[in-house]
């Protein structure tokens, strides 16, 4: 059974930088396939996706965000961490961590996101 | 970016009833069109992948289809534990996307 459990901050200020942790159990960042995204979700609104990192250190960034974000992972410690400078009130949301399947369908390979973390709300406020 | 639009942006259903929402990519996707369910207060849980291939343990009741832009989720003889939000989301590019949700109320 795969868990990810999310920790980090609760309240940034504005300008400040974001560091979240995703801890994964049941799954090992060094397994070839392996994949861990983040999304996350303002209060009554839609999802947005991130980041996602791959057990080959191949990393994948929203585009509108690529400049905030850094995503890195510490195969030791079996843990994701992403990293948003300049956080804005607007940031306000909960943040998910997500591990990735991929389904080989004859030659193509269809990706989700399968084990979800519980999420944890960063709220930014002075 | 590939943007994903659903529709209806929510609906008012009964138990036993059929609904059925659509995601329409801005862009073809082939099949690479992902279904969630998230109920208040929890995190998402996939339903379908490959359009309308259903994940591991979730009722035949749910149904995916559709190529290139458009795209539906079914449910069929819907139980009170489907009352929920539902998210599309593409997986063909390198940077996914999600539709805004429709909810499925009673």
């Known amino acids: 059974q795969i868990t990810l459990k999310e920790s980090g901050p609760t309240l940034v200020k504005p300008t400040q930088t974001l560091t979240l942790t995703c801890t994964l159990s049941?799954?090992?960042?060094?397994?070839?396939?392996?994949?861990v995204g983040w999304i996350r979700q303002p209060p009554g609104k839609t999802l947005e996706w991130l980041a996602l990192?791959?057990?080959?250190?191949?990393?994948r960034y929203s585009p509108s965000l690529r400049s905030r974000l850094t995503i890195t992972k510490d195969t030791s410690k079996n843990e994701v961490v992403l990293t948003m400078t300049n956080m804005d009130p607007v940031d306000t949301g909960t943040y998910f961590c997500?591990?990735?399947?991929?389904?080989?369908?004859?030659?193509?390979?269809?990706?989700?996101?399968?084990?979800w973390g519980q999420g944890t709300l960063v709220t930014v406020s002075s | 970016d590939i943007q994903m639009t659903q529709s209806p942006s929510s609906l008012s259903a009964s138990v036993g009833d059929t609904v059925t929402i659509t995601c329409r990519a801005s862009?073809?996707?082939?099949?690479?069109l992902n279904w969630y369910q998230q109920k208040p207060g929890e995190a998402p849980k996939l339903l379908i992948y490959?359009?309308?291939r259903l994940q591991s343990g979730v009722p035949s009741r749910f149904a995916g289809s559709g190529s290139g832009t458009d795209f539906t989720l079914t449910i069929s003889s819907l139980q009170p534990e489907d009352f929920a939000r539902y998210f599309c989301?593409?997986?063909?590019?390198?940077?996914?996307?999600f539709g805004q949700g429709t909810t499925v109320d009673i």
């Open positions: 997500a591990h990735r399947i991929s389904y080989h369908i004859g030659d193509t390979y269809y990706s989700g996101l399968d084990y």
């Open positions: 049941g799954v090992s960042l060094s397994t070839s396939g392996v994949g």
């Open positions: 990192i791959f057990w080959n250190d191949e990393k």
């Open positions: 862009q073809r996707i082939s099949s690479y």
């Open positions: 490959g359009s309308s």
């Open positions: 989301q593409q997986s063909y590019t390198n940077s996914w996307t």
